[in-house]
């Protein structure tokens, strides 16, 4: 059992080092984390290619319609011995009415906007992506660096067990133990870890640093902005004012609304008109006409165009009411949980970490002296580790619930370091 549990350790310990960093450190802050994302973010490079495309179909609507012109020569006629002779020239310009090219100009137009909204939600989207990951590694490092002492610790005590074992000064059972909380630490630190890298591997992406970079986030004192500081009905206004999926589905009513109007011109025809010349003419030589031509709207009318424009101002109607429904929902739920985790937080003592920590130090002195049992400093380890966990989760979770509100209301109201 001795022997299973000691390579059941070190297989473990191999693992945990296997997952260790063994390349360049990079030590960001989350402002230098946002500035090499805004610069180097293949997502929103894709994305702003997107806005040159919809400016590049306004200067397309822009453009009038090319005139057409046409040439005939004669090549065979009965009874005429030059019919090479005889030639042919017309032109042509078609005449857009009832004002579908400024329509189609201010259609384009609403598009670029639109481009620029999803632009601006991706860059919203990422950033909170970004933080997400930045403040989680951050967080489960501090966690880390609790197992690394613990871990640390009970090899030592684990190997004095062992010498004390070998001498015959205490049971087998209590070296047993020691290995067993030693095993349990090792699968919890290496799982912890797994996550960290998973979490890592998403930053680098978002700044495009080296996969061979191990990330180390820098974060300043703890001076995040209280929630009841800031107004709910500020917050919500705020949603309002700059969420930019919101901002889409409003252009998303104005260009449907639009287009309705386009669609009932086009029931409208146009116009084309003509020059033609006519070299060895029936009604005479060099003969010049002009011309005017247009549809006769009979059955054609856009009918059908028309009823699914009015349909998709209906449907996107709707759509912007679900979106303030959400938009209200968010910014409701998410204020509600910072301030639940604001409150948790606040109530923690300061200096619950320090004493903590200086208690658990006296802990390992007093159990070498023996003035207490292995099972009550084992316990108190556990106690340690479990309580800082706790609290490192506790700051983890209210700084996303911060980055929460940010994201929900569109502004960076919390967490500027």
């Not at 999926?245 to 009932?264: E, F, I, P, S, W």
Request: hydrophobic share 35%; charged share 20%.
């Amino acid at each position: 059992a001795i022997l299973l549990l000691q390579i059941g350790c070190i297989a473990t310990g191999a693992t945990a080092s296997a997952q260790s960093p063994v390349s360049d450190t990079l030590k960001l802050t989350v402002k230098q984390a946002e500035d090499q994302f805004l610069k180097n973010n293949l997502s929103l490079i894709i994305q702003r290619y997107n806005i040159d495309n919809a400016s590049a179909q306004v200067i397309t609507a822009r453009l009038f319609q090319n005139p057409e012109f046409n040439f005939a020569n004669g090549i065979h006629a009965t009874g005429v011995s030059n019919v090479f002779s005889e030639q042919q020239f017309g032109i042509s310009q078609l005449f857009s009415t009832a004002g579908k090219r400024n329509k189609n100009i201010q259609l384009a137009k609403i598009g670029v906007e639109q481009a620029r909204y999803q632009f601006f939600d991706l860059l919203r989207t990422l950033k909170f992506t970004l933080r997400n990951d930045f403040y989680t590694i951050y967080y489960q490092q501090q966690s880390a660096r609790v197992y690394d002492e613990e871990i640390g610790s009970l090899s030592k005590t684990l190997t004095v067990f062992k010498q004390q074992y070998t001498k015959g000064n205490i049971a087998q059972k209590e070296v047993l133990r020691i290995q067993s909380q030693l095993y349990s630490l090792q699968t919890e630190y290496n799982s912890l870890l797994s996550g960290i890298d998973t979490t890592q591997n998403e930053l680098k992406l978002l700044i495009k640093a080296s996969p061979n970079t191990y990330i180390e986030p820098q974060v300043s004192p703890d001076n995040q902005q209280e929630v009841a500081q800031v107004p709910y009905q500020q917050l919500l206004d705020s949603a309002y004012a700059n969420r930019y999926d919101l901002k889409y589905t409003k252009a998303a009513v104005d260009y449907n609304n639009l287009n309705l109007k386009l669609q009932k011109a086009t029931a409208v025809p146009d116009v084309s008109l003509s020059f033609n010349y006519d070299k060895l003419g029936s009604y005479g030589d060099n003969f010049m006409s002009a011309g005017l031509a247009f549809s006769l709207p009979f059955f054609n009318r856009n009918q059908g165009g028309i009823r699914q424009a009015r349909i998709a101002i209906d449907q996107s109607k709707v759509q912007l009411q679900s979106q303030q429904d959400q938009v209200e929902s968010d910014v409701a739920t998410n204020y509600k949980g910072a301030v639940r985790l604001e409150k948790l937080y606040n109530s923690f003592d300061p200096q619950f970490k320090d004493d903590f920590t200086h208690l658990i130090q006296e802990v390992f002195k007093n159990y070498e002296k023996h003035n207490i049992s292995m099972l009550e400093f084992l316990d108190f380890y556990d106690s340690y580790k479990t309580n800082t966990l706790q609290l490192n989760n506790l700051q983890l979770n209210r700084t996303l619930s911060l980055e929460q509100l940010n994201y929900a209301t569109g502004t960076p109201f919390f967490n500027q370091q």
